[in-house]
């Protein structure tokens, strides 16, 4: 039996999960009465949590400016489910000193996509870079078919916590969501079509 950590049973939970580890995970669930109870549990948890205040990002074409284009693969020009396309992120002057955070917007308001942990941000300067100097984010399309926004932010290094917060109920997106509100995280949105 393999083992799931409560970081990608809470990613099912959310219909985070990247398709496959997910169609696996069903597949056990539907044999482990057990990991099901775990599942819902965690579940439950989450619901208990306070809700915290929506992140606030601007519409597409104000804030960081970036640009959309699907990846290089041989494939449909309009998105599905599943298919991988890229937000490209101009050059920055200090890309080792931002950490890249992905966010959706889910219809009750944006949620962070990645990382599922603040102190697990990439740099950005460890994403790879396209031909004319622009960093290349890559993300999956994930359901409900029809437009989607997605965005990224561009949190500080410093200001992101070294580890999770100790206690569940502390909001580990602290730091973005101030630097949001106040205009101080550059932030850039693009919108898809799933079909």
Same mark, same amino acid.
């Not at 990613?11 to 819902?40: T, V």
């Not at 960081?64 to 992120?89: H, I, T, Y």
């Given at each position: 039996?393999?083992?799931?950590?409560?970081?990608? =049973? +809470? =990613?099912?939970? *959310?219909? *985070? +999960?990247?398709?496959?580890?997910?169609?696996?995970?069903? *597949?056990? &669930?539907? !044999?482990?009465? *057990? +990991? %099901?109870?775990? &599942?819902?549990? =965690?579940? @439950?948890?989450?619901?208990?949590?306070?809700? $915290?205040?929506?992140?606030?990002?601007? #519409?597409?074409? +104000?804030? =960081? %400016? /970036?640009?959309?284009?699907? $990846?290089? /693969?041989?494939? #449909?020009?309009? &998105? @599905?489910?599943?298919? @991988?396309?890229? /937000?490209?992120? #101009?050059?920055?002057? $200090? #890309?080792?000193?931002?950490?890249?955070?992905?966010? !959706?917007? /889910?219809?009750a308001g944006w949620q962070v996509v990645a990382p599922v942990q603040p102190d697990h941000a990439v740099a950005l300067s460890r994403l790879p870079r396209g031909s004319d100097g622009c960093h290349q984010v890559n993300l999956l399309a994930r359901p409900p078919q029809g437009r989607q926004r997605w965005a990224v932010a561009l949190v500080p290094m410093d200001q992101l916590p070294g580890a999770p917060p100790p206690v569940p109920s502390v909001e580990p997106w602290h730091s973005l969501r101030q630097g949001l509100a106040a205009g101080t995280v550059p932030v850039g949105v693009v919108e898809i079509e799933l079909c």
């Open positions: 039996m393999p083992a799931f950590a409560d970081a990608t =049973l +809470l =990613l099912f939970a *959310a219909d *985070a +999960l990247d398709p496959g580890p997910a169609a696996l995970l069903r *597949a056990e &669930l539907a !044999r482990d009465p *057990a +990991l %099901q109870a775990h &599942l819902d549990a =965690l579940a @439950r948890d989450l619901d208990e949590l306070p809700p $915290s205040p929506g992140f606030r990002v601007p #519409p597409p074409g +104000l804030g =960081l %400016q /970036v640009g959309l284009q699907q $990846s290089a /693969v041989l494939g #449909p020009a309009l &998105l @599905r489910v599943g298919d @991988r396309f890229e /937000v490209c992120l #101009p050059p920055r002057p $200090s #890309p080792e000193r931002e950490g890249a955070v992905v966010l !959706r917007d /889910v219809g």
